[in-house]
C-alpha cells in the first residue's frame, strides 16, 4: 500500500497551491479535510511553518496533518537544500525528523515562465513591503533577495536549478498543467503510483478574491482552493511587455535564458508579440 506524503515545491508564485489543489481533488488518497475556520495551511503540511519563529506549527499538529490520509501534502519554498527559503525569519535548520519525512516522499517540482512569477511575486510582496510597490519591475528583478548573494532573479534560478538536479523529482509545468490538465494528472498518477479520480473539470475553480477565499475557509471543511490571493485592486498586475524594459529582458535572458530554454520557455516569446 502506497501511504507516503507527497511534496511539492517550488519558488513562490508559480503555481504551487493549484497542485495541492489539483492533488485533492483528482486523487481520494491526498483529500484531506480540517475544522471550520482553520487556516487553509491545516490541509497540507508547510515545512516553513516547522522552522518559523513568526507562525510555528507544534509537531503535534504536523504529525496530525501528516497521518490524516494515506498520502498527506507537504508544501515548500525552500531551496532544495534546505539551506534558506524565501523569507530570512523563517529560514531556520529542518529537524532531522521531517528531513527523513521529506526524503520518503513522492516529491513534484512546479515551475513557471520567470516573467510571470517575477509580475506575481512583485504584486504578492507589494501588500506587504511598500518599497517594492514602489519598485519598477526591473528595478523588483535585479533587487537584492534577503540573503545578501543573489537578486530575485538569480534566486529563482538557484531554486529551479537545485530541486530539478534532484533525482525522482517530477516536473510540472504550470502552463502545461492549465493546458493539458488530463496528461499532467496522467503523469502525476505515474509518478506516485495512485489513479486520478478524472473529475471534471479538472482544474478547481479559481477564486478570484481575498473574500472568496476567506468564505471558503469557514464554511467548507475540504475547500475547493488553499490560494493566496494578492491584493489585486491595490496592486493590480503588471504585464511584462509594457512594464519591462529592453534592458529588463537583456537581463532576464542573461540570468535565466538557459533555465527557461530547458523548461521550454522562449526567452524572446514576450518581445514578439
Known sequence: MNTKP????SHPRSGTHLVLDVLRRQFPTARSSRMFGKPLDHLYLNIERLTSDVRPFSDDLAVKILSAVPNPLIKTHYLADFSETWVAEETREL??????TVA????????RDPRD??????QFLSTHHPGVAEMTLG???????????DTMLEWWVRHVEGWLALPAIMSIGYRE???????????IGAHIGREPDMREPFL???????NQSRLGRLLSRTPASTAIIADSKRFPAQDWNTASTPDD???????AGAVMERLGYDPEEYQRR
Not at 498543467?177 to 503523469?187: C, K, N, Q
Open 6 to 9: 507527497i511534496m511539492v515545491a
Open 104 to 111: 520518503n516522499a513522492h516529491m513534484l517540482y512546479v515551475h
Open 177 to 187: 498543467l492549465i493546458s493539458d490538465p488530463r496528461t499532467t494528472l496522467r503523469a
Open 204 to 210: 478547481p475553480k479559481k477564486v478570484s478574491s481575498i
Open 139 to 149: 528595478q523588483f528583478v535585479q533587487h537584492a533577495h534577503w540573503n545578501g548573494r
Open 249 to 255: 529582458a537583456r537581463y532576464m535572458r542573461e540570468i
Open 95 to 100: 529537524a532531522d525528523k521531517w528531513r527523513k
Open 117 to 122: 512569477v517575477m509580475v506575481s511575486y512583485k
